[in-house]
């Protein structure tokens, strides 16, 4: 870990040096430790992972904190999840399925309300082509 604590002996100046010791901010430690698994809040070290507040002053907290089991578990999840993500070709083409069978033209994809229920109630329903780009990949295939 990275530490900005310099102290040069050689400054007399009592104010010059404590200038020196300076505190490390939460957004060093985001940068450090990397955006992905941290972001300042408020002037304090939060986890993206566990939403949780970890103490950055000392760089020990934040390495034990990524390596408890409650981290790792919850950051195997969100991996899991992103991976699930964006818009699966199983959920397109069920999508699709389902309109054909029930006789619903596919251009109603577009309809913004029906775009809109998808984005809100469908896991990765914000990424669902639209019905033209359907038609070309998955009618084909059925
Ligand atoms: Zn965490």
Redesign the pocket.
Known sequence: CLRIIVVFPFMANNKQRNKTAVNIGPEQRVKEFGQDKFYAEGGLLW?K??N?L?DHVRCQTITD??G?K??TE??NKRQHEATNNPTSNTLVMELVEAFMAANIPLEKVDNPTMRSFMQKNLKGGGGIPQANALGELYVTKI
């Open positions: 986890c992972t566990c949780e970890v904190h990524l408890t409650k981290h919850r950051a």
